[in-house]
């Protein structure tokens, strides 16, 4: 899907589809309404008779209207006047993504008109949304096993935006920087949705590796004897159960520019993103019971998350430095498999208790955590399907947050708004690090059954304490249940607009 923005008259644009917005409650917005008295009062009389539906998302297809130059119309409620805001218009657009993977049409124009960006944004925000959630709109899990000829084609090959203002470079950028994002989602997705027999340590590594060399970025790949010899006794303890050698990916993006300091050649510190990189979790020795087990082959979903985004801002050319670390293994019962019981010594030099070989996340990610000190990042966020508890405690809607930085906690909180991928913060007190109490070690894996989500938090916090860090428990987050089953690609929208949102502070220096 290729995205143009175009100054033009709605009514006179030559397209298989426009799309056109309209208010219960209020006026037609102005270039809905230059459409409306082109065709004699069509739309209006439509909305007027009810007959669009009130919820933001509901459409109306209408065919050949009379002095209007597109073969068709798709009116888009934008719901309520009085009630409108950022979750109507998301609504709006992600039915206007919905409608063009169904259409016939050959191209679109969408008409974005003032009225139509909610109260606080700019035609800046809502093309890089926009572009987002329509490209990722036609989004299609294509399995390799997959012919040719069933593979279907979602939508136009060509959307134009037609704004009402001079289209300027930065409505351009935010063009391009959503359906890069977009992108960088959908290989997320495609690694989230493969199964573990194909999706194995191994793919996630020759997955960066690819791209590292197709967008010219380095990457290292670190195989077991290398962990060995560094000491990664946490990690190694979760790998050992599997026949799949575990892998542990380093990117590096450099796209700031050096700095001006002192001897001419101070370089910025890097945002490292750490993400959880499990090909499959099935408990280990503490196997996991049977039912829905399948999905946990998305336990690699906060890995696939930093791997797509790497993808987006090496698409984008971010001007900032970033680090990304995805510690990749399968959690296997096995021979060899650590047992409950077993103690570890993590690459920190801290011990660990290992209770439930199913609280593995948090072995691989505390190695990862210590690795990433040598970075200097600035600041570091691991992004993992860490908890069931966190599912129980905020559902489905937001990821969870735990930072031991307020600023970077309220960075993340706000570009999670603007990104329509929010968070929301649990605490990190003192009084639960008590839950982690081991007679035979420095620390044990688990806390018990109450606060599972933020004793795992509790647990990581001790390997991130060197720097500012926030954790996102995304398993509520990463993937639908259901006849909807499938990765989401989130939190790739987060990260995405705080990476934007600080090589746009950046710029200022
Ligand atoms: N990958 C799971 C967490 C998970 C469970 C994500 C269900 C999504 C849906 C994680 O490794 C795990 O097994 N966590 C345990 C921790 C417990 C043993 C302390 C959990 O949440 O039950
Ligand atoms: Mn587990
Ligand atoms: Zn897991």
């Known amino acids: 899907m290729e995205f143009t923005i ?22 037609l917005p102005a270039t809905s309404r230059a459409v409306d008295e082109a065709s004699q009062g069509r739309l209006s009389r439509l909305v007027s008779d009810g007959e669009l539906g009130d919820k933001a998302g509901a459409t109306v297809l209408l065919h050949g209207l009379a002095g209007v130059a597109a073969d068709r119309v798709l009116l888009v409620s934008f719901g309520k006047a009085d009630s409108f805001g950022d979750k109507s218009w998301r609504d709006a657009f992600a039915a206007i993504g919905k409608a063009l993977t169904t259409t016939v049409a050959k191209d679109a124009a969408i008409a974005l008109d003032e009225a139509e960006i909610p109260p606080g944004r700019d035609a800046v925000w809502a ?13 299609l899990f294509e399995p390799a096993s997959a012919e040719k000829k069933h593979k279907k084609k979602r939508g136009p090959n060509k959307v134009a935006f037609i704004v009402p203002a001079a289209v300027d470079e930065t409505q351009e950028e935010a063009l391009r920087q959503g359906r890069a994002i977009a992108e960088g989602m959908a290989l997320a997705k495609d690694l ?6 194909v999706c194995t340590p191994a793919h996630l590594a020759d997955t960066a590796r690819g791209l590292g060399r197709q967008y010219k970025f380095e990457v290292e790949i670190l195989a077991r004897d290398d962990m060995e010899k560094l000491g990664m006794g946490a990690f190694l303890a979760v790998a050992r159960g599997a026949r799949q050698e575990p892998r542990f990916i ?12 002192k001897g001419g050649k101070a370089k910025s510190p890097p945002v490292a ?4 990189g499990i090909t499959f979790d099935a408990g280990g020795i503490s196997l996991k019971p049977g039912a829905e087990m399948d999905e946990m082959k998305y336990d690699m979903c906060g890995g696939a998350s930093v791997i797509g ?10 001007p900032l430095d970033v680090i990304g670390i995805v510690p990749a293994a399968e959690n296997m019962p096995g021979g060899n498999a650590s047992r409950p019981g077993d103690v570890v010594r993590s690459l920190s030099g801290q011990t660990i208790e290992i209770l439930n070989t199913d609280a593995e996340g948090r072995l691989i990610l505390c190695d990862a955590l210590t690795y990433a000190e040598r970075f200097k990042p600035a600041c570091v966020i691991d992004i993992a399907t860490l908890t069931g508890a966190c599912i129980v405690a905020l559902g489905k809607i937001p990821s969870g947050l735990f930072a031991n930085d307020d600023e970077l906690a309220e960075a993340l909180t706000q570009c999670g708004i ?17 839950l982690l109490k081991s007679n035979f070690a420095d620390m044990a894996n688990i806390g ?14 001790r390997f991130a304490s060197a720097y500012k860090w926030a954790h996102l428990d995304i398993a509520g987050t990463a993937w639908l249940s259901g006849e909807a089953k499938g990765s989401t690609g989130r939190p790739l929208p987060l990260l995405a607009e705080f990476l934007l949102a600080r090589a746009a502070a950046r710029k200022h220096y």
Do not use: C
């Open 418 to 434: 603007d990104a329509g991928d929010r968070v929301w913060r649990l605490p990190l007190w003192e009084e639960y690090q008590d």
């Open 250 to 261: 380093v990117m590096h993006y450099h796209g700031g520019k050096p700095g001006k300091g």
């Open 127 to 139: 093309l890089r949304q926009a572009s987002r959630i329509v490209a990722d709109g036609a989004y």
């Open 6 to 27: 175009k100054t033009a008259s709605p009514e006179r644009f030559r397209t298989g589809l426009l799309i056109l917005g309209a208010f219960v409650g209020a006026p």
């Open 448 to 461: 018990g059954r109450n606060g599972g989500a933020i004793t795992a938090a509790a647990f990581l916090s």
């Open 192 to 197: 989230g949705n493969l199964g573990a027999n």
């Open 309 to 318: 985004l790497f993808k987006a801002i090496a698409a984008m050319a971010l």
């Open 273 to 276: 993103l750490v993400g959880k």
